[in-house]
């Protein structure tokens, strides 16, 4: 269902086509400063229009409907909205009978029948994640002084930045797309956030991250590379009162819950299904498999712009700790 | 919070040295067969003794405490319980003082403070994982006609099956210990399981996973290792009118939706932080760095173990997706 | 929090002041036909400008801002919303330091400090109850044939409907206020909705009920006056193989599971707070007791606004309750 | 479904004739003081075998099965039970066919089919308040210094409590029942718990209450009686700068948020159902109305021993309240 958390709730809505897309927070704390000015960041991390992305600018500019007073959160629910523009829609009926292939398409047309709204996506959209990215700002506030730092360590297979740019250019002049792996570094977590069974931090940074279209991977600290090291070498020993390590194999968490340390995770995006080149796949109308070629401007290399979503996601999941944290702690 | 599930509710609760350990299930349809001989296989699957496990041998025989009447579910709510036998307890309490690296002991102690359960782990024990196998049992039923296949495809950095007899001989001998990978293939999964935003298949299965102990890792399909592949690569044509795929790089689900493929996911499991060898770690009391020796019989790879509870995480999620299916679906 | 319901889920924000009020509701099927005109009849039951209410006429149309593409609900979330016109703000500011007694402005001044939105009540405004009714509409459509009937059966004091004209008049010219009580009729609502400890109908019907402002009594069947029957005189002995009564003192629900009878409850609501009679209160400013005087026009019988909400209420409760019982029955 | 509660959660299940009857909490934090005889006095309230209750004497001993560690919650969940004894079943298949009327015999029936457990009521049992009584009592603790005075103010349409005793005698040797009004008294509530839309403290205490078998009818302040008061009488002005008002008719609450007066309700609860006296209602096996005689021992005005149980539902939902209201509180 489209709603998730504790205290610090997250309920999202919108197409690509219809009215807008947007989300309403609850649980957040009155007295946050909060204005458009505050989005604008991390919305702009979001953008579209650099190498590749798609050439379709969206100006997104954040709607505050509800829950803010003078520059300040006031306790009730805060809707946010962003406007869709640039819709006039193309024909988009041919992708319910020819789907592209690893997309929603299909699936959502056999979950919602006849009923699912298919142009651009529709709540499938990688525009919902506007909503998500908003969030994540609002759960920053709430978590003051913790800082992430967010990477692109693989695109394509290439973990040498100084080539994504011309593997990007190749990419979409081929009019095909890369996935890649995001790092994310998140540091000044307080010790004992996270719940046992079954809301251990890592369960529910992953449940918003694999959330996220195109997510098939998330793996924390050490990861799957990880599988060759015996207990003795995995181990991060405690070094000192406050319970710092020197390795960090476990990415700062133990038992679910966070240990004071840099919280460490990678998560791997598929290279975005919807591409220029032909594609051999089933056209549901024909009734055979049948040459399709999805037409318009593509993400090559949609990571780009997922990014700030993967790192909204975590600053959601921290926000709820913390709140569940502070209601619980022995005081 | 230790309560998942929208419909299919799974409550665990419990502790290593307390009275027992157990879960209550809610949300079961009346008219389910069900009766003690349902839960022996998967139990048997997570019991000790074996090469590569602790010889302390845990007899543990479920007592089904409600829900049940004349071997039939009846609706209501269904206790589950294991008692907890053998536990004369030896003194934990150095593991307060000089907590060993990468377990719970130290964030427990820090977050629960004076008054967390240290004993044997307490409630963060492996031992509570009796309740999420036993829900699993229970969300087979649910899903009937659903079949899990999981494997250990890596121990300790080795993928020769034939080899793991000798691998888990000489790290029982060194006292040490050592994680893995499992693959898990779930098939007859009907088309449209999973609902977008945020409650995606992979999203709700992860969940799970990852709130079992030593789980750092979590894909879908063909997971990190599809980096270097390009959208032309990855995509999954369709086939057919079933919507059956050549290749499943996706892992059956498109959008967070089951797309009737076999589901395929790989889960990594870090060595168990408990070990025999000589670690230097912080001393609490002493306040410094030094020597620890955890005595005692320890399970030198939990994941042969640990198989059939991240099986059960996938099935409770599932049938909580089906049963919220049967609501929503359009009739 | 701002969110109820375990399937079908409501989520409501918005201000008096603010740009709008709106609800987000998810759990819809797809398929379900839906359009402005379908909210007209019972967002014109809510409708100000007859004797009794506020002078001040609300065009409120309702916006769908998603989850319906041609006509017919789409299986994701629905955002409804209404835009806040005819706000040009008068000060309010006054009623921060001169709280109404009996009414919101105090208590959220002190939960939520100085950051209250308190324009016009803010988020505890009955501007709010317009999400209340538009879920209403949609939960109606949930229900398919349920069939509602409400109606004012004491105003004041007074139970001739007859009278109530004149009463209203009178109150109007005193600047005074009455509330009074609402019965509530439902029939064709199958036999089995509603859940064991602790979502009894009775439970999550009253849960609803109870958030609206003003209401501070609810009972079903016979209520509070059944007090002096007897057990063998309050039951209600079945007639027919299809569960049917003569007498209905326990208004439908047995156990907290509807009987298939009429469901009949009755709802008191209050007198609003809000008069332009004087009153002695405290002043925080001053720091004593003086004469408040709220200015401006009042709903002198809110009750004749709000029975739509309270049945709205109910029929929330009971489309969740629905499609529970949808994803549990044995079949 | 049997889960309540935020952050404060209840979890209950059992049976009359099964294995027993329980609860896990949730959301408990660590430190607090308890063991079994915190739990006597509210039991002992509970109990039968004085006038107007059943002779079947219940020795009900609380068994806490996990979540306490050296006389302190750890923080973990806290699994209470209560083991059924004396259960030697007399057959109860006759309530199958010829089902009681205004009991749920009937409508689980309907409901589960032919899985439901009839015996002694089953999940429906009076026997589960065990759990709901449990659980206030750690509410309580969590409240601290909240004081609690639950009174019978009518039984079976009788307001002096000096002749209780003789119509309870009467009603017991005419083997009726009676049900009667308890209104229920809460002092020390700080100001500014509960939450607007939609979990007012109005709404949370209710839908407690109203999940206990009987319950039907629960007001606030005034009440029902209030109908025929002017907004000028009904609104409790505030005398001082604690927001100290000297008339109640709200309740002690204001926009469903406590406002530090005494919160005041009552509660209706019906004659019990199961009674001696001769009834015609329908016998489903002769498919005709017969009449039906329930054998055994009956409370003749189960309300003596459901008093406790209301006053924990206000416990219950208050600690919860507390618990978000830390959460969120700016600070």
Redesign the interface.
């Known amino acids: ?4 958390g ?2 610090f ?7 690509s086509h ?5 989300v ?1 927070l ?2 957040v ?3 946050i400063m909060l204005s458009e000015i505050d989005f604008s960041n991390d919305l702009g991390r979001r953008k579209s229009g650099g190498l590749g992305t798609t050439p379709r600018i969206e100006e997104d500019e954040v ?8 520059g ?8 946010l ?1 962003f406007l869709n523009k640039n819709t006039r829609s193309k024909d988009y009926s041919n992708l319910v009978k020819h ?1 592209r ?4 398409d ?3 047309k ?8 298919y ?1 651009g996506g ?3 959209s990688g525009r ?1 994640t506007l909503g998500v990215v908003s969030a994540g700002v609002v759960a920053k506030k709430i978590l003051g002084n913790v800082k992430f730092e967010t990477k692109l360590i ?1 695109l ?2 290439e973990t040498d930045p100084k080539k994504f740019h011309d593997l990007l250019k190749k ?1 979409t002049e ?1 009019k ?6 995001v790092s994310i570094k998140i540091n000044n977590v307080p ?2 956030l996270g ?6 931090l ?3 940074i ?3 991250l ?2 996220i ?1 195109g ?10 590379d ?7 070498e ?8 406050n ?1 710092k ?1 020197i390795t960090n ?3 700062g968490i ?6 004071g340390n840099e919280i460490f995770l ?1 998560v ?1 995006v ?6 220029g ?1 032909e ?4 056209d ?1 109308e024909k ?1 055979e ?1 049948s040459t399709l070629v999805v037409e318009g401007r593509h993400d090559a290399a949609i990571i780009l712009r997922a990014m700030v979503v993967l790192e909204s996601c975590c600053a959601i999941a921290l926000a709820d700790a913390k ?8 005081n």
């Open positions: 269902m489209n709603h998730i504790r205290i709730q997250v309920n999202i809505f919108g197409e219809g009215g807008g897309v947007g309403v609850d649980g704390k009155p007295g709607i505050i409907d509800s829950g803010v007073f003078n300040y959160t006031t306790g009730a629910p805060i809707c909205r789907p292939p690893s997309h929603s299909w699936v959502a056999e979950k919602y029948d006849a009923f699912n709204d142009r529709g709540h499938f919902l693989n394509g297979g990419v081929e095909d797309s890369v996935g890649g792996i010790v004992g719940e046992p069974y079954f809301d251990s890592e369960s529910t992953s449940h918003l694999f959330s279209g997510v098939k991977g998330v793996e924390f600290g050490r990861g799957f990880g599988v060759a090291m015996k207990g003795s995995f181990n991060d020993c405690i070094v000192n009162a319970g390590t194999n476990n990415g133990n038992g679910g819950i966070s240990n990678r791997f598929k290279p975005t299904p919807s591409i080149v594609q051999e796949t089933y549901f009734g498999v709140l569940i944290n502070e209601a619980l702690k022995n």
